[in-house]
């Protein structure tokens, strides 16, 4: 276990408006691996409120309620940014807030540690979750850890993950996978070429069944999910005057949630048939769940319209637990990883009222 915060720990008010605390946040710089002052900061910050039992497995910090409540929700954000990219400190300009981090997922976090600190008898017993590293590997992501050591903490009816989507609920998300196609030929001078096979005119055809392809575009729970299958790397030659042997397309798959990461590589083995296929990375998608109680419940309290999730977010791995969930943030989700990232005030404010009123509390 880590050590407890120190004297140079920052100082987290959580009675303090959420744009600010938001700003406060994006302010002690915490990309991913260095999220030590940020969980010092959250840890104490929560630690003073006796509603809550606070616990830390490495830089996660999960604070829980225990009311006897009918149903269990998580509301989770991660901790941890992008590099740097001179976009430190956090500044105000005219009703948004600019800085790293502050979209994604600062103001989601700020509004989490809100919600826990300041509703102190929810309807609906809560675990709350912020974690480190999930802008990396895997195999370091904090959720990942968690589900690893102690799966009963991410038990629930419903979870909400603070990703930002524009301050409205997206649900579910699109499952990923990436293959290698490979062709394949000769070698020969490329004075004589006829005496040779050229690998990456072979590619050719591989780039024609991308073109040609028609992604599905079904419709789950009322919501419509577009597929895309597309090249993203091409590797080949071995010299100015040499035919190369050998060409690698690699290719995204980006596919709906109905669809297992097996069956997701048998359509893609499809595509290509007759082609050389090796899958080099997948993740499956999550179903969208609104059928749910808690989650029918949860859209209709933040506005009563959902759209699906066009990307692959942690939401996959509480599906992946039998646990529904959705994706509910403030910011823009096409400005994650920008150097102008930013957020607006006023969707900051909105969506803390949206989670508040949910869970039973005055506005």
Not at 128 to 148: D, I, K, M, P, T
Not at 239 to 256: H, I, M, Q, T
Not at 329 to 334: C, L, R, V, W
């Amino acid at each position: 276990m880590p050590s407890a915060p120190t004297a140079r720990t920052p100082a987290l008010d959580l009675w303090v408006d959420a744009v600010q605390l938001t700003e406060d946040l994006v302010n002690i710089e915490s990309v991913s691996g260095n999220e030590q002052a940020i969980a010092d900061a959250v840890q104490a910050a929560l630690a003073a409120y006796d509603h809550l039992e606070v616990q830390r497995f490495g830089h996660t910090i999960v604070a829980r309620t225990h009311l006897g409540r009918d149903e269990r929700v998580v509301v989770a954000g991660h901790l941890d940014t992008v590099p740097l990219n001179a976009n430190l400190p956090a500044r105000r300009d005219g009703d948004v807030l600019h800085g790293l981090g502050s979209c994604d997922m600062k103001g989601g976090v700020a509004v989490a540690l809100k919600v826990a600190a300041l509703v102190p008898e929810p309807n609906r017993d809560v675990t709350f979750l912020f974690y480190e590293c999930e802008e990396v590997e895997a195999e370091r992501n904090g959720l990942h850890l968690l589900a690893q050591s102690h799966p009963e903490l991410l038990e629930a009816d419903f979870a909400i993950l603070m990703e930002p989507s524009d301050g409205v609920v997206e649900a579910g998300c699109q499952g990923t996978l990436r293959v290698d196609v490979t062709t394949r030929g000769s070698r020969a001078h490329s004075a004589r070429s006829w005496t040779g096979v050229n690998a990456i005119h072979g590619a050719g055809e591989v780039l024609a069944r991308l073109n040609a392809y028609e992604p599905r575009r079904p419709v789950i729970d009322g919501l419509e999910y577009r597929e895309g299958l597309n090249a993203v790397f091409i590797e080949g030659g071995v010299a100015g005057n040499v035919l190369p042997d050998e060409c690698v397309v690699s290719v995204n798959y980006r596919f709906a949630p109905d669809r297992s990461v097996e069956e997701a590589f048998a359509h893609v083995r499809e595509v290509f048939e007759g082609f050389e296929l090796e899958l080099s990375d997948s993740a499956p998608g999550a179903l969208p769940g609104l059928s749910v109680p808690a989650a029918a419940a949860f859209v209709e309290a933040v506005g009563g319209r959902a759209n699906p999730k066009f990307g692959w977010t942690d939401v996959a791995r509480f599906s992946g637990l039998g646990v529904p969930a959705v994706n509910f943030g403030p910011g823009d989700p096409h400005l994650a990883h920008r150097q102008d990232e930013h957020v607006p005030l006023d969707q900051v404010r909105t969506v803390e009222r949206q989670l508040r009123a949910w869970l039973g509390a005055a506005s």
